[in-house]
């Protein structure tokens, strides 16, 4: 028995062996298991974090694409929103003038026509000496006004295009030898403008304007035309094209007080076909103070004052398409003083009265402006450009004599529809005026010398309205609308009948 024992004595032992590996096979086993298992969940937890960053960032993105498409969707919204208050009124005007000018003798001119396709024209005199009557001549102004109020910021702007057919005659170029023109059409904006008022709710709020400005159509001229002025400042004191800032402090009910500080500048001049007493301004820059008050004058009166500085004044006269600010320099400054008083419903009736009155004092520095001719020939100044005539007022320094002006007028209405209307103004030998935007066809404020004006409007239809009108212009002196020179003695009439037909909506 013990032989036996000892005989499997080994043959267990390997088989406790053999259970020990199997367990221990067993165990390796089930610890591969166990890693397979996590690294089978590693990569699922990978793979999870892979899609869920890809999930995220494509939600980033959609969420941008979102939020662009929002914002564009609210910018057209917005865009919308403000187009849809914007307020757009058109205005178209007609007009039919026939002019007839006559002059005598200019004081010291001798202008003599030269190399004139007419034969019969040459070695007459150019510049006075002759009387004209023009053909019929048209004009076709469209405006398109627009404006809207969005928080605390008002909006003013205006597009302009004019078309006349003052080519071959033109009525500003006033010689025997008239000289052609490019076609007369234009087109602009001449106001662009915002509002903003500080403190609105105040009782004396202070507005600040800035863009291009409303410094032309100024009172009394809103008379004439059957409207409301358009300008901020008395016309025969300043009505010019500007860009710059305004001021506005409310001072008491109905009482203003303004600060303008601007850049003037000139409309092209096919936009004033027919005004010969201007001059295209190049440059000057203007600073201006100004008021005006409602008064229990006499019926509804509009009291308004200003003193206006033109300094550092560049310009050159209108005289033709060969005329430009080539030779032209800064002469100095300019100040004009003006007062004058609207009164409506004057004595409690339908008639409309005004009187306007202005005084300049200019204040040369020495330079020169020349449009003198010493070639007669070639037609051309001493620095070869061309030039206006060979007498001297074409030529010299800023004015050096103080002027004045006055302006008066009234209108009746007849009926509600139907009113007419007398206008006087006159210049002195020195008169300058800053009217170079003037809306007046003929600029007869910058006038040295006598403007008698009638006329009758009928307003036939509720937006519809014509005007029938007739105007004279005595001519004393040279250089009407001119800032330069020496003015010499003239005499010379312009007779002009007009008929206008417009459309305001």
Request: charge should be neutral; charged fraction near 20%; include cysteine.
């Amino acid at each position: 028995m013990k032989k036996i024992a000892l005989l499997l004595l080994p043959l267990l032992l390997s088989a406790s062996q053999d259970i020990d590996v199997y367990k221990k096979i067993l165990e390796l086993e089930n610890e591969i298991k166990l890693l397979k298992a996590q690294v089978e969940e590693n990569a699922q937890k990978r793979q999870s974090t892979h899609t869920s960053v890809v999930t995220i960032k494509e939600q980033v993105e959609q969420n941008t694409r979102s939020i662009d498409e929002d914002t564009t969707i609210l910018e057209k919204i917005e865009t919308k929103s403000i187009l849809d208050k914007v307020n757009f009124s058109p205005e178209i005007m007609l007009r039919f003038n026939k002019f007839h000018y006559t002059t005598g003798a200019i004081e010291g001119e001798n202008t003599k026509i030269y190399n004139n396709s007419n034969p019969a024209l040459n070695g007459l005199q150019r510049r006075d000496e002759f009387s004209k009557d023009f053909d019929l001549a048209a004009s076709m102004r469209f405006r398109l006004n627009m404006n809207f109020t969005l928080e605390d910021i008002k909006f003013h702007g205006r597009m302009l295009y004019m078309n006349s057919t003052q080519s071959n005659q033109r009525i500003c170029i006033l010689s025997r030898d008239i000289k052609s023109g490019t076609p007369g059409s234009a087109f602009d904006v001449d106001r662009a403008y915002v509002d903003y008022t500080v403190n609105k709710t105040s009782s004396t709020p202070f507005t600040l304007s800035f863009g291009i400005l409303p410094t032309s159509g100024g009172t009394p001229m809103q008379y004439g035309q059957n409207k409301k002025r358009s300008s901020l400042f008395p016309a025969l004191v300043f009505d010019m094209n500007t860009y710059g800032v305004i001021g506005t402090q409310k001072i008491a009910q109905d009482t203003y007080a303004r600060l303008v500080l601007a850049k003037a500048y000139t409309l092209r001049p096919n936009f004033y076909p027919y005004q010969c007493n201007r001059e295209n301004i190049d440059n000057a820059d203007i600073i201006g103070i100004y008021g005006d008050s409602k008064i229990n004058f006499l019926g509804n009166s509009l009291l308004s004052f200003g003193v206006n500085i033109m300094h550092d004044l560049k310009a050159h006269p209108y005289l033709g398409p060969d005329i430009d600010s080539s030779n032209s320099s800064n002469l100095g400054t300019i100040i004009t003083y003006g007062l004058g008083i609207d009164i409506e419903k004057f004595q409690d009736s339908d008639l409309t009265v005004f009187a306007h009155t202005a005084f300049t004092t200019p204040h040369a520095n020495n330079k020169r402006d020349d449009y003198k001719i010493t070639n007669p020939v070639a037609g051309t100044t001493d620095g070869g450009y061309t030039g206006f005539t060979e007498a001297d007022y074409a030529s010299g320094p800023m004015l050096n004599k103080n002027s004045y002006s006055v302006y008066l007028g009234l209108k009746y209405d007849v009926t509600q529809d139907i009113n007419i209307g007398a206008e006087y103004n006159y210049g002195s030998k020195y008169w300058y005026s800053g009217t170079q935007g003037a809306e007046d066809m003929y600029n007869k404020l910058a006038l040295r010398g006598s403007a008698y004006e009638a006329y009758t409007s009928w307003q036939f239809h509720k937006y519809l309205n014509a005007k029938l009108g007739y105007l004279y212009m005595q001519e004393n002196y040279t250089g009407s609308g001119w800032h330069f020179g020496e003015p010499a003695k003239k005499d010379a009439q312009q007779n002009i009948g007009y008929l206008n037909l417009e459309a305001r909506f």
